[in-house]
T-cell receptor, first 114, second 116 residues
Framework: DAGVIQSPRHEVTEMGQEVTLRCKPI?????LFWYRQTMMRGLELLIY????????DSGMPEDRFSAKMPNASFSTLKIQPSEPRDSAVYFC????????????FGSGTQLSVL | DAKTTQPTSMDCAEGRAANLPCNHS???????VYWYRQIHSQGPQYIIH???NNETNEMASLIITEDRKSSTLILPHATLRDTAVYYC?????????????????FGKGTHLIIQP
């Protein structure tokens, strides 16, 4: 299994531009999570999906952020318009439906907004 | 979820056992203890979890005190590649929270540095 795959690995953009981050979860996993990591705030849960349905988006910082999961093998996190304070590493994770929370994380997308 | 307390950083000599403590004095009966680690520039990695019994897998051992108010993650023979931030997380099992996972809250963790 290739694990959780995220793209791009690095993204540099200018303030005001739209940014789309992509994630392919592990096949057969029911849950998909988007996290953001900064030095100041650590790892923050932004949103998660169960069977492609968004369950909790209370961690999404503001309306500029949106996430979709059109099918079981693909999810996107979009920022429009981007701002310098959005610079962070964004991780996607997936999890099977078991009795415990065993998350498998991707390698992350390093986003820099200039 | 119960709050956890971990030392900010620890050192350990290569080849020795690394013992990482975690305090979770307000843990409730249906909360699991999870350990994850994050190696520099990588995503967090699941290590082990437990409810009340000690657990062991190919990566580590988890020792939970009888009163469940603290636990210790043990890496039996630390290598340089074990240098990472180790997170102790306490969370109600999805089985008890409605059957579904809803993510984990990561604190600041312990930065473990393995010295050659």
């Amino acid at each position: 299994d290739a694990g959780v795959i995220q793209s791009p690995r690095h993204e540099v953009t200018e303030m005001g531009q739209e940014v789309t981050l992509r994630c392919k979860p592990i096949s057969g996993h029911d849950y998909l999570f988007w996290y953001r990591q900064t030095m100041m705030r650590g790892l923050e849960l932004l949103i998660y999906f169960n069977n492609n349905v968004p369950i909790d988006d209370s961690g999404m910082p503001e309306d500029r952020f949106s996430a979709k999961m059109p099918n079981a093998s693909f999810s996107t996190l979009k920022i429009q318009p981007s701002e310098p304070r959005d610079s962070a590493v964004y991780f996607c994770a997936s999890s099977p439906k078991t009795g415990v929370e065993k998350l498998f994380f991707g390698s992350g997308t390093q986003l820099s907004v200039l | 979820d119960a709050k956890t307390t971990q030392p900010t950083s620890m050192d350990c000599a290569e080849g020795r056992a690394a013992n990482l403590p975690c305090n979770h004095s307000t843990i409730s009966g249906n909360e699991y203890v999870y350990w994850y680690r994050q190696i520099h520039s990588q995503g967090p990695q699941y290590i082990i979890h437990g409810l009340k019994n000690n657990e062991t897998n190919e990566m580590a051992s988890l020792i939970i005190t009888e009163d469940r108010k603290s636990s210790t993650l043990i890496l039996p023979h630390a290598t340089l590649r074990d240098t990472a931030v180790y997170y102790c997380i306490v969370r109600v099992a999805p089985l008890y929270s409605g059957g579904g996972a809803d993510g984990l809250t990561f604190g600041k963790g312990t930065h473990l540095i393995i010295q050659p």
